[in-house]
């Protein structure tokens, strides 16, 4: 492979023993790996890294593609949020709707009993 500055990756002095110290290259390679050690400058990486970052945003304004938009049947849209208004049978609502009736039944029963327990408390008092 061509590396920038033409320098020779199996040389591990740099390109024709320049001297270069091998803390400014890095070896990238996977542990266990049989395919030969790509190596790369630190200098090398921010350059690259901004020309991917450069054409990453242009993917990314361009949203999906056409052919994405276009593959995407909406045909039985319809029928799929008609069928989840039914997930929960009538029944079970008419149920639920009897039992929210009841609690609210139940709970003036209750607040009445207090009403009620209160004023035996302060006709108690007052007989004490």
Known sequence: QDIPGGEDPTDPAGAGGNGRS???RDELQAPGSSVPA??????????????????FG???DEGPSKEFLDVRDNS?????????????????????DALGAALLEYHKV?????????????LQQQNS
Do not use: M, N
């Not at 790509?38 to 054409?55: G, M, N, T």
């Not at 209750?110 to 302060?122: G, K, V």
């Open 22 to 24: 091998h803390s400014r």
């Open 38 to 55: 790509v190596s790369l400058q630190a200098d090398d990486v921010l350059k690259i890294l901004r020309e991917f970052l450069r054409d």
């Open 58 to 60: 242009k993917l990314r």
């Open 76 to 96: 039985k849209d319809g029928e799929y949020w008609e069928a989840l208004t039914r997930v929960i049978p009538e029944r079970t609502l008419k149920l639920w």
């Open 110 to 122: 209750l607040s009445r009993r207090a009403e009620l327990f209160s004023e035996a408390a302060a």
